[in-house]
């Protein structure tokens, strides 16, 4: 039997937008990233044979625009395999429950983000004095209660393996969320990021509504585990991808993307750990 699933009590629309909102980016032919307000999701799979999977569910009140957008590239009465998150805040699950409904397909997230998944834990509150402006101060707005997906939710497999992402690996990047994943391809070495990086300036709001570029560390409001995420970030960079697909800011590739990851890597305490915040261990500077 389906258990019903809800929203967290908080669940609103957030009126944040961006200059991306509303565009889809082919970046390789079998990923395509598309913008949500200040969010990316991505389609995995190729147009040709029309098997897809969805990664991240967008913002508050986007199921139409998602499964608009997925008409688009897929072909009416298209329908994923499956949804896969790499964590759920709220502003990559905004569109879930309409979606699972309207498709009827499983979901899955890292084993240690179930409990946000399933209306057992809430994140740590947004921390609106964290060195960050305007965003930082909006975000006390931002929903952390969890969202209940009942049995629609299920976890990874412990192998490695992404569900219906041949050729694809999670790949555990806490710091963020306790249960932060990315998703990797050894063979073209393309990655879908999530928040564990992403490729928007953090210090204004202007600057995320034009999405000034700037390889950066996890959205600040909401990152708690600073050590890990410096950690999560050096794995990523080792890998060496080619192509990224951040969860903010426009996707990356080459040059960018790699000198990009250096810079952070060796810059995490000054470029995305706050100088000061609630979640800012002192000792990491
Ligand atoms: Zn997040
Ligand atoms: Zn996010």
Redesign the pocket.
Known sequence: MDKEMSYGSDYKFIPATSIGSGVGIQVLPDLFSYTIQI?NICFVGNPDNGEFVLVDAGMTGSADEIIEAAEERFGEGCRPKAIILTHG?F??VGAIIELVDHWQVPVYAHEIELPYLVGQKSYPDPDPSVEGGMVAKMSPLFPNEPINLGNHVEKLPPDGSVPDMPGFRWIHTPGHTPGHVSFFRDEDRALIA??AF?NVKQDSLYKVMTQEEEVNGP?RYFTTDWRAAWDSVKKLAELNPSTAIT??GAPLSGEALTSGLERLVNNFDSLAIPDYGKYVDGNIH
């Open positions: 969010v805040h502003d990559h999530g928040d992403i959205p969860g903010h």
